[in-house]
């Protein structure tokens, strides 16, 4: 999923899938790679007491919010020609309808994929990890819909799948 804008020669690309699937790494890595902004929307969510869960996980509505309070900053970063990498669950599809539509630059949508089994594995890994439970119902949800181009990140290196999604940009964004 990409759209082309003329003008500015910024553009932002967006990681999602579910929790534990590499995509804090991977953006990070990307960044480096490609002299980036990341945004890691839980720490935007988590800032601003929006990353609260209700019923089936955090509402749309809080996913919007925290979408709000980063536009005009990744706006004005898009528009000085920097690249932005916005990494996050993206588990309803509100949300990353929202962020798309008001974000009219150019963009490409990567989900990374990985067995539940895995997940709950690199999860155990992390400084401050999810239950079994919740990294199954973030999986869930994540895997509900498809976006963007799918990655694989089974049996793979965070530098193997940040190559993957570089290979897959155009020569411009490389």
Do not use: W
């Not at 790679?33 to 720490?43: I, K, N, P, Q, R």
């Not at 990353?51 to 996913?63: L, Q, S, T, W």
């Amino acid at each position: 999923m990409s759209t082309p804008v003329r003008g500015p020669r910024g553009y932002y690309l967006i990681i999602r899938g579910p929790a534990a699937s590499g995509k804090t790494a991977v953006a990070s890595r990307l960044g480096k790679l490609l002299d980036a902004h990341v945004v890691h929307f839980d720490t935007v969510l988590a800032d601003h007491g929006l990353d609260r869960i209700v019923g089936e996980g955090i509402p749309a509505e809080n996913f919007i919010a925290g979408d709000l309070l980063l536009l005009e900053d990744v706006k004005r970063r898009l528009l000085r020609g920097r690249v932005v990498i916005i990494e996050a669950c993206f588990y309803r599809p509100t949300h990353l309808d929202h962020l798309i539509r008001s974000l009219p630059f150019r963009h490409q949508v990567f989900s990374l994929r990985a067995s539940l089994d895995t997940c709950i594995r690199r999860n155990r890994k992390r400084k401050t990890s999810l239950t079994p439970k919740d990294v199954a119902d973030v999986y869930r949800l994540a895997a509900a819909f498809d976006a963007g181009i799918p990655i694989e990140t089974e049996g793979r290196t965070v530098a193997e799948v940040a190559d993957d999604i570089r290979s897959r940009l155009g020569e411009e964004r490389r």
